[in-house]
């Protein structure tokens, strides 16, 4: 599956998504960022309502995670959830050839942005709102959670740890 995207286009995707769905959302232009906590301090938000995007190859399937950029990913809930033996994240070659897109500027969205099942940890609905890079290491979007789970039409499951 090979998909050529470019970061504008998917930044503009979602927001058009976003707006089709009548969803307010609020855009933040920044200089890049390269870690969740660089991206809590540009936009000056609590790290906790960053989404983390991550795709992880479970199996023989790529699949979408997200979850709260304050916690790390327990490998081992998702492959109990799965009943999968193997699980290892996608390179960032992977990475650029499935979504056309750098590691961190994943976006928290499968179908109809990106053609993953999305799977969106509970860390994610103790929050009233999320913020995440949309496509970019420079673009940054913000809505209300319930929002996001409306239209992102995630499955949610615990697979969050915090981080020691």
Not at 10 to 17: A, L, M, P, R
Not at 51 to 70: E, H
């Amino acid at each position: 599956m090979l998909i050529l995207m470019s970061d504008k286009f998917v930044f503009k995707k979602i927001c058009s998504y976003l707006d089709e769905q009548k969803v307010i959302y609020r855009v933040l232009h920044h200089e890049p960022t390269l870690t969740s906590e660089d991206s809590a301090r540009i936009r000056k938000e609590d790290i906790r309502i960053g989404g983390k995007a991550l795709l992880i190859k479970v199996g023989n399937t790529f699949r979408l995670f997200v979850l709260s950029a304050a916690l790390r990913l327990n490998s081992q809930a998702i492959r109990n959830h799965f009943r999968a033996r193997k699980l290892r994240f996608a390179s960032a070659a992977e990475l650029r050839d499935l979504t056309g897109l750098v590691p961190g500027s994943i976006p928290p969205f499968g179908e109809p942005i990106l053609p993953f099942d999305l799977y969106v940890d509970s860390s994610i609905t103790e929050n009233k709102r999320i913020a995440f890079n949309a496509g970019s290491l420079t673009d940054s979007l913000f809505l209300d959670v319930e929002d996001y789970l409306r239209v992102a039409r995630p499955a949610v499951f615990r697979f969050a740890e915090t981080v020691t």
